[in-house]
C-alpha cells in the first residue's frame, strides 16, 4: 500500500483558480458551454467529460460545505441561509442542466469508443438518471430536501434536565451505561419522554414527506416510491426479494443469537426480567467505560490505533485534524448524529459527530474514519461518479474499520479487562444491529408498497414488525407507549429513505474481513484498501470479491458469519 502524502485539491482546467459559487449568474455560463460545445469523436468527449466532472466537483464541495455548517450549528442563520439558497436557488436550476447534458453524452455517437472498463458504470448510473428525470420532480425534490432536514432540527433541540442541568439527549445517553438501574431506569423514561413531545410534529413531517415522495415515483413513471427508490438508488445487483428473504434470514439466524446474549445478560446481573435500559450496563457491575477524556484525547487515540492498522490510515486522519475537518464534541444545537462529508474537490474529507465520552464514540468515530479513509483513497479517481459510492461499498469500508481496529484498542484501553469488555460490547452491537436494520428495512418497504395508510395503520404495522425481530426476552410491558413511535429515532426514515439494508450487507461483509484479519492481518488490510481504491468503478459483488470475500446475504452465509462472531463474544466471556 502506498504511503499517504499531502492532499493537493484538483487542478482547474476548466473553472477559474479560485472560482467560488457564490449566485446563479455566475455559474450558470460553465453549464451552458458544455452544452453548447460541439464534439467531434471520442478525444473530444472524454475532454468534455473532465470538464464535466470538474464543474460536479466544484458545485458538490460547495454544497457540502454548506450543508456542514448547518448541521454543526442550527442557529447560525447565515448559513441556513445559503444552504437554503443552495437548495431552493441552484439546485433547481443545476438540474434542469444535469439532464439535458446526461441526455447529450447518452446520444453521443462516440459513447461506444469509450474504454468500458473505466466508463462502464458511469455510462450506466448517466442512462439510469436520464430514465427517472421528470422536470414536475425538481421542485418536489428541492422541498423534500429542505422539509427532510427539520428531522434533525427537531432532534437537536431537544434536552432533558438530569442531576441540575439540562444536556442533549446524546450525553443523557451515556447515563443509560451507570451501574445504578434506578438511575438508568429514570434516564430511558426521560429520554423517551422527551423525544414523545415531539410526536405530532414528526408525525406531520413524516406524513408530509411520505406524499410528496409519492408524488416523486408517480412522475417518474413508478406504481410506487420503492420501485423508483431502488431503481433510484441504483441497485443493479439485488432485487426487493433478496431484501426480503434477508428480513428472514436475520429473523431465524441472528435474533436467536441475540436472545442468547440478553439470557446470559439476565443471569449475570441477577434479574427476574432484562428491561430495555439493562443493555448497556456492564454484567459485572463495572464502572462504564471510558476511554478518552475528551475530544482531543479521543482524536490523538484514534489516530494512534489506525495508524497500528496500517501507518496510511492514521497519516489521513492526521491530514484531516491539520485541515480542521472534524468537529466531534456533542453540544446543544448540533445535529444529532454523525456522517463522513466527501469533498470531492479538495479531496480531504470531513468527520461529523456527538461525542460524549462513551465507548460507543469511539466506536463512531472508527467507523466514520472508515469512510474518510475510503474518501481519501479514491480522491485521484477521475471521474466524479467514480466517487459517488452505492452503500453498499460505503459501509463496507466503515463497518470493516470497526473491527480492524478493535484488534487494536489497546490504545484506548491500558487495563486488559476493560478492553476485553469493549471488545465484547463492539461483538454484541455487531450481532444486536443485524435485527434493527431488518425491522427499519422491512417498515419501510410496508410504508412505501401502502402509501395511503393512515396513521393508525402505521402504528400497527411498525408494532408487529418491531415485535417480529424484538428479543422475545427483553421485557418492554408498559413501555408500548414508547414503542409505538421508536421509529421516529431513526433519521433515515425521515433523511434518507430505504439506506438501511446496505449496513446489513456491509456489517456481513466486515465479519467476513475481520475474520481474514484474524488469520493474516497484511493480506486482508492490503485487499480492503485495494477493494476501497475502486470506488464505484465495478458492480458491488466485483468490490467485494476484490476483498476477498462474497457479497453474499443468503441464510447459510448469514448462519456462519453469525456464529462466528458468537464464538468470539464467548472466547472473550471465559477469559
Known sequence: MNAITTCLPRTREFLPEGFRITVWSKLRPYYEELLKRSIHNREELERWI??????????????????????????????????????QELYPR??????????????????????????????????????????????????????????????????????GRHMTLQKAGALLEETSRECREAVYHKISMRVLQDTEQLEALFDELLLKRQQIAHNAGFGDFRAYKFQALGRFDYTVQDCLDFHKSIASEILPLVEE???????????????????????????????????????????????????????????????????????????????????????????????????????????ESGHAIHAYLI???????????????????????ELFSMEHWDVFFENKDDLRRAKINQLENVLRLLPWIATVDKFQHWIYTHPNHTREERKAQWMAIYASFHPKNVDRSGLEHYSEYLW?????????????????????????????????????????????RLGYTRPVGDVYRAAGIAFDFSRSYISELGAFVKTEVEKLTAM
Not at 425521515?494 to 439494508?501: L, M, N, T, V
Open 50 to 87: 473532465w470538464d464535466k466532472t470538474e464543474l460536479d466537483a466544484t458545485v458538490s464541495e460547495a454544497f457540502a460545505w454548506r450543508y456542514i455548517k448547518v448541521t454543526v450549528d442550527n442557529g447560525d442563520q447565515n448559513a441556513a441561509e445559503m444552504y437554503h439558497y443552495a437548495v
Open 261 to 367: 446474549l440478553n439470557e446470559y445478560r439476565r443471569k449475570a446481573l441477577n434479574l427476574n426480567s432484562l428491561r430495555p435500559w439493562d443493555l448497556n450496563v456492564d454484567t459485572g457491575g463495572r464502572q462504564p467505560l471510558r476511554p478518552f477524556s475528551n475530544a482531543d484525547d479521543l482524536l490523538e487515540k484514534a489516530i494512534a490505533c489506525l495508524y497500528r492498522v496500517h501507518p496510511s490510515f492514521g497519516d489521513i486522519l492526521s491530514i484531516m485534524r491539520q485541515k480542521g475537518h472534524l468537529d466531534l464534541e456533542s453540544r446543544p444545537g448540533k445535529r444529532p448524529g454523525g456522517y463522513n462529508m466527501p469533498l470531492h474537490l479538495s479531496g480531504v474529507p470531513f468527520i461529523f459527530m456527538n461525542a460524549t465520552h462513551l465507548w460507543g464514540d469511539m466506536r463512531t468515530l472508527m467507523h
Open 94 to 163: 443545476i438540474a434542469t442542466f444535469e439532464q439535458q447534458l446526461n441526455e447529450k453524452l447518452v446520444a453521443s455517437p462516440f459513447l461506444e469508443e469509450l474504454d468500458a472498463e473505466h466508463f462502464a458504470i458511469f455510462i450506466r448510473s448517466i442512462r439510469n438518471a436520464v430514465t427517472l428525470f421528470s422536470p414536475d420532480n425538481i421542485p418536489l425534490v428541492t422541498d423534500v430536501q429542505l422539509r427532510s432536514r427539520q428531522y434533525g432540527k427537531i432532534f437537536s433541540e431537544m434536552t432533558i434536565g438530569m442531576n
Open 488 to 532: 421516529h429515532k431513526q433519521l433515515h426514515i425521515f433523511e434518507a429513505p430505504f439506506y438501511a439494508i446496505e449496513y446489513g450487507m456491509a456489517q456481513l461483509g466486515a465479519i467476513a474481513l475481520w475474520k481474514a484479519y484474524r488469520e493474516c492481518p497484511h493480506t486482508a488490510t492490503q485487499r480492503y484498501a485495494e477493494a476501497l
Open 379 to 401: 480522491r485521484d479517481q477521475k471521474l466524479n461518479a467514480s466517487q459517488r459510492l452505492p452503500s453498499e461499498i460505503a459501509e463496507l469500508a466503515s463497518m470493516t474499520m
